[in-house]
């Protein structure tokens, strides 16, 4: 049975999970939003998703853009999930997973080292 949690809850975890990522990186972020929407209006199956120009594309012509959004989607995460403790791991591994495509570092890469 899926997890029942609160909006609140939900994105009090997602606080959670970036507060565990290094300062050292999260000072390096710019110009992006992070969002949690109930699912994506077309893909309903995907966690999160990163959009914009990643840091390792930016160049000096970069300026004037909207934020980068990175959305987490509550939804499909707590219904993959059966019990809290798996709905914050999805939740740290999701958060991980876009944050580092903000970084550039690809798909390939992130699930090949057990990020998604």
């Known amino acids: 049975m899926p997890v029942t949690m609160s909006d609140k809850d939900f994105e ?7 507060d565990e990522i290094p300062t050292e990186l999260t000072d ?9 929407e109930p699912h994506h209006e077309t893909y309903f199956h995907i966690l ?3 959009h914009g120009v990643a840091l390792t594309e930016r160049t000096t012509e970069y300026g004037g853009f ?13 219904t993959m999930c059966r019990t809290r ?3 914050v791991h999805e939740v ?3 958060v991980v997973h876009e944050v580092a495509h903000h970084f ?10 057990g990020w998604g």
């Open 66 to 78: 909207l934020p980068d959004t990175i959305t987490i989607y509550r939804d499909p995460i707590l």
């Open 104 to 113: 550039g570092i690809s798909d390939a890469w992130l699930h090949a080292n």
């Open 28 to 36: 390096q972020m710019s110009n992006v939003v992070i969002l949690v």
């Open 48 to 50: 999160g998703l990163y």
């Open 12 to 18: 009090n975890l997602v606080g959670d999970a970036l």
């Open 92 to 94: 740290k591994v999701t």
């Open 85 to 87: 403790e798996q709905v």
